[in-house]
């Protein structure tokens, strides 16, 4: 085990439980292994948040939605709101949490610290050009502005992160 495996991930608001948090880095890394790249806690134009975006190579957008408790999830009602955003969403949780609870129209990973396993892809639901274009600047912009805020700590520029 090297050193960083315990340690949170670079972009974190504490809001996030530990068990949140190690299904959320087991998620990203499936998505990468499968060809997509992660980016966590990202504003949509809705002004909701997505525990999980991922831009795959063909430009798919797909939205993980992190339950770390069944309670977690019963107390959630935003989350068919992110199907607008989306080719694809899942939800994700550790194996503790039962999977039928999940609809069978959403995808399912479970997760981990070190991986995670995708149940069920969950039904493809394309993005209209413009809401993919605007959606994906949307991704790649807060990405970029996270970079530099590591890159340059000590300026903000008046920009959000």
Do not use: N
Request: aromatic share 8%; glycine share 8%.
């Amino acid at each position: 085990m090297s050193e960083r495996d315990d340690q949170p991930p670079l972009v974190s608001d504490g809001r996030q439980s530990p068990a949140a948090l190690a299904v959320q880095r087991g998620t990203c890394r499936l998505l990468v292994a499968h060809g997509l790249w992660a980016l966590t806690e990202v504003t949509l134009a809705s002004g909701r948040r997505a525990d999980i975006a991922a831009l795959g190579p063909k430009g798919e957008i797909w939205i993980v939605e992190i339950k770390s408790s069944v309670e977690d999830f019963r107390a959630d009602k935003k989350w068919p709101g992110y199907l607008e955003y989306c080719d694809r969403f899942f939800f994700a949780c550790p194996r503790e949490v039962p999977v039928e609870i999940f609809p069978q129209s959403a995808g399912l990973i479970i997760a981990d610290s070190y991986g995670g396993e995708m149940v069920r892809k969950g039904e493809a639901a394309l993005l209209a050009p413009a809401r993919r274009k605007a959606t994906t600047l949307r991704i790649a912009r807060t990405a970029v502005q996270r970079l530099h805020a590591l890159m340059d700590p000590d300026f903000s520029g008046g920009v959000r992160y």
